[in-house]
């Protein structure tokens, strides 16, 4: 089993797993884990770590993206937040191609 897989499922059962602030360890909320996901963990976990950091990485240029959209827009503060909220709402394996959206399409540093 991938590290990708491991957090896909993780996610998809509702478990949003953590890199320690050391960057050595991972961290979920007590009781969610089963003894197959704890093994699966176990086993994947610096490849798991490289996998969080990497997404949470992603998450934040597209946050980034999205904000530079909304500047050159001129949108809302609620508009703003809304988009905040689709991104977090959004599938973490699908804000990679998002990402890419926002890069091709709005100028960087707002209105040009």
Same mark, same amino acid.
């Given at each position: ?5 491991? *957090? ?27 003894? /197959?996901? +704890?093994? /699966?963990? +176990? ?12 997404? /949470? ?8 993206? /999205? ?20 991104? *977090? ?5 699908? +804000?990679?191609? *998002? ?11 707002? +209105?040009?």
């Amino acid at each position: 089993m991938t590290a990708e897989t491991i *957090l896909f499922e993780l996610l998809e059962c509702g478990i949003t797993p953590s890199v320690t602030p050391d960057g050595d360890g991972i961290e979920v909320e007590a009781g969610l884990l089963n003894d /197959a996901q +704890r093994a /699966a963990i +176990r086993a994947n976990k610096y490849e798991l770590i490289a996998c969080i950091q990497d997404a /949470a990485r992603i998450t934040s240029q597209l946050m980034n993206a /999205a904000i530079r959209a909304c500047d050159y827009w001129g949108d809302s503060p609620q508009a703003r937040e809304q988009m905040r909220q689709d991104i *977090l709402n959004s599938r973490p394996e699908h +804000r990679q191609e *998002l990402l890419r959206m926002f890069k091709t399409d709005y100028p960087p540093g707002g +209105r040009q």
